[in-house]
């Protein structure tokens, strides 16, 4: 069936919520998961820790954000690699995804990214790995061509190519498998801007809501880095911090941990 077909009552009945869902017509392949831009809240925080880092509140994003590539220059490429975590106990109920992507924050057209899924439901765990070129729907790589467990190490490679085209790479470094996809942007208006470049875990919308945020422990990025049009290959020491704010809770505790590695704890 048709996501558009199974939503449309509820895209009536939300619609304050469920803004950021694609337009009709994308597609609907996957498990109806999907991506959002960055919903920044409240002011960022320069004040409140020693290493001078600007931590900026998010509904839906944490981890490190490369807000601006150097003047003149544009991101075409954001790489990062993690472990996958194990989840918590059968019995709770809640998911989370980790990923690596370009643009979504403060340049919203249009996200080119991929990464991993983890939810937990009742007894059922499970993982997923996954692309999308928001505003697009996610789209799941079958677990046959890349299957997905907790202990993993998995790479992901974001490179654009042009501003409506780019492949997606997920590399397991324990096994070396890899998947590779070139893609398109799914509509005329969805460009990239090369503006940010990101290494994320996100509260993610499945069905037109935000799923409950499942404890994934703590996920570190390594071998971070993003590259530009001139070549120019820059950490994370620059990028802000994202943590996750929902009913002025904060969810997420996120450190740069090096110039290549960033940490980011559910809290
Ligand atoms: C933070 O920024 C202030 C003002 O620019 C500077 O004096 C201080 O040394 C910086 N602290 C660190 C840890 O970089
Ligand atoms: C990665 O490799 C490990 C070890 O061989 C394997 O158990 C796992 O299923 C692989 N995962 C992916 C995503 O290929
Ligand atoms: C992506 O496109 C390039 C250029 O056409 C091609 O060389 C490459 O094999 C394609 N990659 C995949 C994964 O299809
Ligand atoms: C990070 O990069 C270094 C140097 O290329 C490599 O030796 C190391 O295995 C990488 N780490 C992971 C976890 O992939
Ligand atoms: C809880 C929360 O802030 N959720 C936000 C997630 O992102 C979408 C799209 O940016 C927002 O519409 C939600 O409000």
């Given at each position: 069936m048709k996501l558009s077909t199974v939503l449309s009552g509820s895209v009536l009945i939300f619609a304050p919520l469920t803004s950021a869902l694609p337009p009709r017509g994308l597609s609907d392949r996957g498990s109806k998961r999907h991506s959002n831009p960055s919903f920044r809240i409240e002011e960022p925080d320069t004040a409140s820790n020693s290493a001078n880092t600007t931590i900026q509140y998010s509904g839906n994003w944490s981890g490190a954000v490369?807000?601006?590539?150097?003047?003149?220059?544009?991101?075409?490429?954001?790489?990062?690699t993690f472990t996958v975590p194990s989840m918590p106990p059968a019995g709770s109920n809640g998911a989370a995804a980790a990923w690596v992507g370009i643009d979504g924050d403060t340049f919203a057209t249009a996200i080119l990214q991929a990464g991993v899924?983890?939810?937990?439901?009742?007894?059922?765990?499970?993982y997923g790995a996954w692309y999308e070129w928001w505003p697009d729907y996610a789209t799941d790589i079958d677990t046959d061509d890349f299957p997905v467990s907790a202990g993993d190490v998995i790479t992901v490679n974001i490179e654009a190519t042009s501003n409506s085209e780019g492949t997606?790479?997920?590399?397991?470094?324990?096994?070396?498998?890899?998947?590779?996809?070139?893609?398109?942007?799914?509509?005329?208006?969805?460009?990239?801007?090369?503006?940010?470049?990101?290494?994320?875990?996100?509260?993610?919308t499945q069905n037109g809501g935000l799923v409950p945020l499942a404890n994934w422990g703590t996920v570190t990025f390594v071998n971070a880095s993003a590259s530009t049009s001139a070549n120019n290959k820059l950490g994370l020491g620059d990028a802000t911090i994202f943590d996750i704010e929902q009913y002025n809770d904060i969810m997420t505790s996120v450190t740069i941990d090096s110039d290549s590695s960033v940490s980011i704890s559910y809290a």
């Amino acid at each position: 069936m048709k996501l558009s077909t199974v939503l449309s009552g509820s895209v009536l009945i939300f619609a304050p919520l469920t803004s950021a869902l694609p337009p009709r017509g994308l597609s609907d392949r996957g498990s109806k998961r999907h991506s959002n831009p960055s919903f920044r809240i409240e002011e960022p925080d320069t004040a409140s820790n020693s290493a001078n880092t600007t931590i900026q509140y998010s509904g839906n994003w944490s981890g490190a954000v490369l807000v601006s590539p150097p003047s003149g220059e544009i991101f075409n490429s954001a790489i990062g690699t993690f472990t996958v975590p194990s989840m918590p106990p059968a019995g709770s109920n809640g998911a989370a995804a980790a990923w690596v992507g370009i643009d979504g924050d403060t340049f919203a057209t249009a996200i080119l990214q991929a990464g991993v899924y983890f939810s937990v439901s009742g007894d059922t765990v499970q993982y997923g790995a996954w692309y999308e070129w928001w505003p697009d729907y996610a789209t799941d790589i079958d677990t046959d061509d890349f299957p997905v467990s907790a202990g993993d190490v998995i790479t992901v490679n974001i490179e654009a190519t042009s501003n409506s085209e780019g492949t997606v790479t997920l590399i397991n470094e324990s096994a070396g498998m890899h998947f590779a996809i070139n893609l398109t942007s799914p509509t005329k208006l969805s460009y990239l801007g090369g503006q940010n470049a990101e290494w994320i875990i996100e509260d993610y919308t499945q069905n037109g809501g935000l799923v409950p945020l499942a404890n994934w422990g703590t996920v570190t990025f390594v071998n971070a880095s993003a590259s530009t049009s001139a070549n120019n290959k820059l950490g994370l020491g620059d990028a802000t911090i994202f943590d996750i704010e929902q009913y002025n809770d904060i969810m997420t505790s996120v450190t740069i941990d090096s110039d290549s590695s960033v940490s980011i704890s559910y809290a």
